[in-house]
């Protein structure tokens, strides 16, 4: 018809024909139709290239703008310390709180770290023993290098001066000695049952010696002067500690000190016999 021949006409140019996108049915161009290097980006659509038509690896540094990867794009635990440029931790990306003592390194809080200014003592007069602190001065604060002893052989009884061992020096294993002031008696005969037979908890020292005391040191003194009194005091299990005293002379007091275990309640069992009579002191005790 005349109709046709007008469109055929109007695709004829050069000596040869030329196809319309109306002359093309839908789905009609396969990949096969598309000659390569054909499709530029001018030809994609907004939108059509998702996950799947990307290659793994192909997105470089280069293919990424500026300020595009925000912290939603940052997988969990992803960036570590390698990531992480030099001095590219400043105060505004550390977190409130977040510098504990563990991430400070020795040594490197000075003054100048400090908000508050550190007291200061003069040097006039000298710091006295009660102003250092129980095992502050170690090895290093010294300016000089001690003498050393060496252990074998173990230090002998010539090597200690008279009088330096005191209470206080002894552990015997079992924590720290805590002294005490006696003035008076703590406890004497007045009111005790002296007949030779044992009484159980009969000694109650709850009220000089502190809950958690694990030992006490207790001194016994007969002021009588009645030969061979005795007084005993035992741990209450009867069986692993004991403190005795026997008077042995009518001329002068008689007086024993002795470790002994304390038990939790703090009572001690006692057995005695009548006489002039006795008194009994807590020097102290090992808590």
């Known amino acids: 018809s005349s109709e046709d021949y007008l469109t055929k006409m109007s695709h004829f140019s050069g000596g040869q024909y030329t ?7 839908d789905n009609a161009v396969t990949s096969e139709k598309i000659r390569d290097g054909a499709v530029t980006k001018e030809k994609m659509a907004d939108g059509i290239i998702g996950t799947a038509e990307i290659i793994d690896g192909s997105i470089t540094a280069a293919k990424l703008a500026s300020n595009s990867v925000t912290a939603a794009k940052i997988a969990a635990n992803a960036v570590g310390s390698s990531e992480i440029a030099a001095n ?3 105060p505004t990306e550390i977190a409130n709180n977040a510098v504990t003592t563990l991430k400070i390194a020795d040594g490197n809080v000075t003054p100048a770290k400090l908000s508050f200014s550190v007291p200061t003592r003069p040097m006039v007069p000298p710091i006295a023993t009660d102003e250092i602190a129980n095992g502050a001065v170690t090895p290093p604060k010294l300016s000089f290098t001690p003498a050393i002893r060496p252990l074998a052989p173990p230090v002998t009884t010539d090597e200690i001066a008279n009088g330096a061992v005191t209470v206080e020096k ?3 294993g079992i924590g720290r000695f805590v002294a005490r002031e006696v003035p008076v008696p703590d406890f004497n005969d007045v009111g005790k049952t002296l007949n030779g037979t044992w009484q159980i908890n009969g000694l109650d020292l709850s009220a000089i010696l502190p809950a958690g005391a694990v030992a006490g040191l207790i001194g016994l003194e007969f002021v009588g002067g009645v030969i061979n009194d005795y007084l005993t005091l035992r741990t209450r299990d009867g069986v692993s500690n004991y403190i005795e ?3 042995v002379t009518t001329t002068r007091a008689v007086v024993v000190q002795g470790i002994i275990k304390i038990e939790p309640d703090r009572q001690l069992d006692y057995k005695g016999t009548p ?13």
């Not at 006489?275 to 808590?287: E, K, S």
């Open 245 to 247: 005293a026997v008077d």
């Open 19 to 25: 196809v319309a996108t109306e002359d093309i049915k």
């Open 170 to 172: 002894l552990t015997l």
């Open 88 to 90: 590219a931790v400043g």
């Open 275 to 287: 006489g002039g009579g006795f008194n009994g002191y807590v020097l102290g005790w090992w808590i």
